[in-house]
């Protein structure tokens, strides 16, 4: 399973929200579920560094199964894309 990208380094006592989520892929490769009533949300935390650490706890759990993936998703990036282009 490859990580997600590094994120940059975070001002402290900023509030960068992230969401970790995942769910049996559609085949290996792909990044369309199987099933899209069963995706795992698992929450939104104000840190990358703590959504990874829930991430990778969440990845290594379901290593057996090859079609499992959970993702890390960026939304202060969502929230205001203007930010990210200016620092």
């Known amino acids: 399973m490859t990580p997600p990208p590094t ?37 939104v935390y104000p840190d990358y560094a703590s959504a990874k650490a829930v991430w990778k706890a969440k990845a290594q759990s379901t290593v057996d199964n090859a079609l499992m993936r959970y993702y890390v998703v960026h939304l202060h990036r969502l929230l205001d894309p203007d930010e990210d282009r200016a620092g």
């Open 7 to 43: 994120a940059p380094a975070e001002p402290p006592g900023k509030q960068l929200l992230h969401l970790v989520f995942g769910g049996e892929l559609a085949a290996i490769g792909s990044n369309e579920f199987r099933d899209l009533t069963k995706l795992d949300i698992v929450g």
